[in-house]
């Protein structure tokens, strides 16, 4: 009798405990899928979000949505949300959040306060994307467009989607890390408007958090090619006169070795392993030409690589984390020092391309 | 909780009051029996005139065989030249005749269906032969285990063609069967039916002292013994497997078990049983062992599924909205605009629902409870979330999940996996998943202390025995099947003579 | 002096490798590579090998006190230090038992509060995970073997969640070897055998184990497991973030699981930390058992009710330590107390141990 007498209690206990935690229903909160940043001026922000509104359906089963989007102007620092709050039929959750805008100006000026609250918010995950805007963030966050009309699926797809072919991967967990890293800084996607549609205009480049140059987007499965080992992607080099050859990669890995790596001028060489046949030609291909081909692939890809590592060097950022591998191979590595003697840095880029087949034809 | 925990006690529920209300136990004399029994009108009591002597013929009507009783008795009788009724035995063409002068016994008989015969000078004396009306249901398909393949027969009313069915299925001079009389009013007959030499002698102690404390003055059903018999009686989980299948039976007798037939029940108990057992069908040793584990598999999955589906939902929807992937957040969000109700309330509406519904479609007839099915789940369903009441993405979770529970082949376990997701539901809405959690938690806790018949409930899992899993997520072919599950400590532990096959070469 | 523990509450010597293995594995393994990071950086994964040695020392150590000592620790006390300093020696291990029992719920509800509810109110979830426990701790030892079980058997699936990041790794964050000064490395050491505690439940347990000389070889096992999975959580969060990024990142093991999208979920931490509830559930149970088991044995109070005050005592207790500062205060000094009690405490029983026995020995010749 003792222990229904416990038990009861215990359930007489459910009310009282249960009176506690206000519940999140999904349908009535606002989930902010996108935020954009721009500059407004010392010490101002405007900050945008974009939030999807489904319509009622009643059964139907069709999901109709579009884009509902506010803004405010913040001072630096200060989480928008109980501004924008005031604009909102219901409370705003970023636990969603799928991508991330800057404008230009404002990563001109550092971008670390603003990755810190991404950070911070056990809210929001770390598979979110982040990227630059060629103009105003807010304006692209409101403007029409033709592809879906949910501006934040649209560009989550468009980074994502690209990250899988041609683009360097990157997200808020790359950001972070070469943030954070010694030897390494971040990059990010440089987006701009075109009419009603958005378009990855480069690779926008930091050092530290300050957006700095940016590598244009035809340039960046090179880029890609040096960063990380993927399986994707295509690219395209030319042959005689304004004769192009495109070839498909399904498989590239790259490596880094590090010699003398204590001293001011570190030798760094990369190797290169690629794998690839051919997509789209106007050419006639016999087995020895194919052999030329090989070799003139692999030099134009060594010149375009050294090419750009110059680039990086001379504009002293380093997104391919160089530095890391440095540090790897080195035991007494100094993040202050390196710095001068990243410029010094010498490469050696090889590749090695093997062609799987020409296509159907031969 | 605590009532999980609570030991099992003693039962002497009705002791008392079962023993005020029964007739008196007490015929002092034949007299006094016979006047109790003439109160009834179906008690027929007459004298014959023999050739030497006169009999007295006593019998309760309804519950003999009229014509058995001319062919096997009066006949003879009327031939007998007998002058006493020891004479009179040898006449009488049966093969026991019992010769008694215990009024208890006669009493007992005589309302068993014997025929009483006394000498008439000498009424203390009396011999009982048996003519018991064979009336009862023919022996059936199992209708709640029913299987595609395999035997279909099952169980039926009474006791005898129930044993019928084992002993014909295991014509082995092993096979004992006890008689227990249980209840006050009922005099329930229990055959408490295993195989000498392989089930525990602990497992049958225990089951016969249980069965023996029971102090109840009705025991119509062998339900009831489960109850009465199990080890905590506080439990949503059945302790004692019950099954309709002879074939089943013979199965858990074979492996060790204690099985038990109930007078007047078409439902054999099995114990000592673990979880795993309640969600094992017949088609499991019928088809091919992975096809079989596969099943078995989906099965105990649709378990988890309806227990956890729409607490889950329920969870997720009212406080982790961060777990729904981004392609699947429009359509959940859409589905649930414009509906007035919390997930919570809107959840528990559909459950009770189809709660509802299964409960009409039980009381009905077949034939219209399909009906009330189809009107009740297409009906209502569709109109409800055309008039925005629910989503109808809850509608799907909660039929999947009526549908999941449905595939469990024991319908006592059925109840208690349908029942449990009710608790589950509570603690989401109060707690998302860390309610579930907790829920699980509690459940886990009253799981691993339950017992058997003494013998751990969720066995395989814990303690640990890594070969009864041979037969719980998984079946293995018969020839891995070699030792009878352990959990039962059968005094024979193998089941196959073990020899270990070579594996041969190719084109050997 | 021999505890009679009768059979059917003994348990087989198997299952102290899972025991063992879910009590080292508590809350210390969420967040020790933060620690450990700022301390050794790339060498950490040697420390983590290097104090499972010490470990598996002082573990051999204490199996040889029970042998001989022929029971739990109060006997050993008691034949130790006679009956009133090893009776008030024990009364302190109890004490330490309930407050690690405090640090395991305390941090649990901290988790929880932080990660999924942020506004829920101390006493519920603390209240809802005492109960949970209680209900294990009624059914007794072989039910709290049950959930120590259970518990690896549930947090296995959570090993396949260590392949998402990977994607993403940098192996070259595992270089340099060797980066280290010795003086680092001990000072790592004595990091992360912090985590490494839990296993001195052994002590009140010892009696509950079926064939004891058996044990021994499982509870080595049982130790090497868990360093293998300390191993495992520390490799994986070191390639998937470097060295700065880990430094600011209190629970890393719990950010590992931010990045695993299933198709249909996403954000698996959410459940993982309610999983998680069933690695800190063993943890919470053995501790108020072997705090209750103690006081029991000293002074025959009624176990269940002791459970219950004591579980009652410690969700009160949490209540006073109302932030991250306090918990991890809480925390450091759990863990000091526990450090001094196995690597120090117990060497010293041992060599008193030892000597005592010689010098009884001698006595009882001459």
Redesign the interface.
Known sequence: MA??K??LA?LM??PV??A????????D?K?A?AIGYDYAGQDKVYGTVAT?V??????S?????MIDSFSVIVSKGVQDRSLLDSESEYPL?I??L?VVLYGKDLAKRGLYKYADLL?RN??I???LNLAIVDGSAGDMLKGQYRSDPLVS?YL?NLIRNNIKRNFP?NDL??F??SY???GMDPFMPLLERKGDHIKIKGIALFKGDRYVDYIPFGKAMIFKMLFESFRSGSFAIPWKKKEYITFENIGSKVKYHVKNADSPAPLIRVDIHMQGYLRETAVHFTPQKMRILKKKMEQTLEKEGLKMIRQLQTLDVDPL?IG??V?????HWDPNDWRDRYKNCRFEIHIDFNLAHAGLVE | ???FT?KRKKRSMGDETAGRQAPADSERSLADLFNDLRQSKDFVSRDHALKNMTVRISYVKPLIDTETMHRDVTRYLLKSEAATLEDLIPDLPYTTVIHTKDVKEMKEKLLRGYVLIQENQNEANGILLETVAKSGRQVDAPEVEFSVIGPKESFVESLEPNLYLIRKRLPISELRIKEVVVGKLTKSRIAVIYIEGIANKENLNTLTQRLKDIQYDQVIDSSFITQMVADNNHSPFPQLLDTERPDRVVSGLVEGKIAMLVDGSPLALMGPTTIVEFFSAFDDYALTWYLASAFRMIRLASVAFSVLATPLYVAV???H??L?P?SL???????????PF??FVEAFFMEITIEVLREAGVRLPTKVGQTIGIVGGIVIG?AS??A?LTS?ILLILVGMGALASFTTPNYKMNNTVRLLRFPFL?AAA???LIGIGACFGLIVAHLLTLKSLGRPYIEPFFPYRVRDLKDAFVRLPYNQQGIRPQQLRPLDTWRLSHKKKKGRDIDE | MRVKVPEDHQVSPFFLLFLFESVLVGVGILGYQRVLSQVTGSDSWMVVFIAGFCVQIILWMMFRLLERGGGDLITLHESLFGRWIGGFLTLAAAGYFALSGLVVLRTYVEIVT??M?P???Y??LS??VA?VAYSFIAGGFRSIVGINFLSVIYTMPLLFTLFFPLK?A?Y??L??YF?HSAADMLKGVQQITLCYEGFEFLLMFYPFLKEPKQARKWGHYGIWTAIFLYELVLIVPQVY?????LN?IVWPSL?LW??V?LPFM??FEYIGVTIWLFTILPNLCLAIWSASRATKRLFGFNQRVTVLIMLIAIVIAGYFFKNRQLVNQLNMTQALIGFYLLYAYIPILFIYQTILQKVRKRHGQG
């Not at chain 1, 089963?61 to 949505?65: A, D, I, K, L």
């Not at chain 1, 540090?327 to 035991?331: E, I, M, Q, T």
């Not at chain 3, 973030?241 to 990024?245: A, S």
């Open positions: 222990k229904v416990a038990a215990i206990l459910i405990l249960a506690c935690e206000e519940p999140k229903v999904i349908d909160i989930l899928e999807p489904y319509a009622q359906t009643g059964g089963g069709q999901v109709q949505s959750e636990g969603k799928l950070n056990p809210d995950g770390r598979a699926i989550s991967s967990h790359d972070l890390y954070y890293g010694k984390r890391n591998y540090h790897s191979y080195s035991r | 909780m605590m009532w609570r929807l009212t406080y909205y961060q729904i981004k957040i429009g359509t959940i969000i859409s589905s649930r605009m414009g509906i919390p997930p569709t979330v055309q925005n109808n509570i109060f707690w998302g | 932080v990660w509810f506004k829920m109110s006493w519920m209240i809802i109960i993403n940098d070259y964050n270089l340099p980066n973030f470097n060295e700065e990024e600011h950010a931010e990045i999208q996403e954000r």
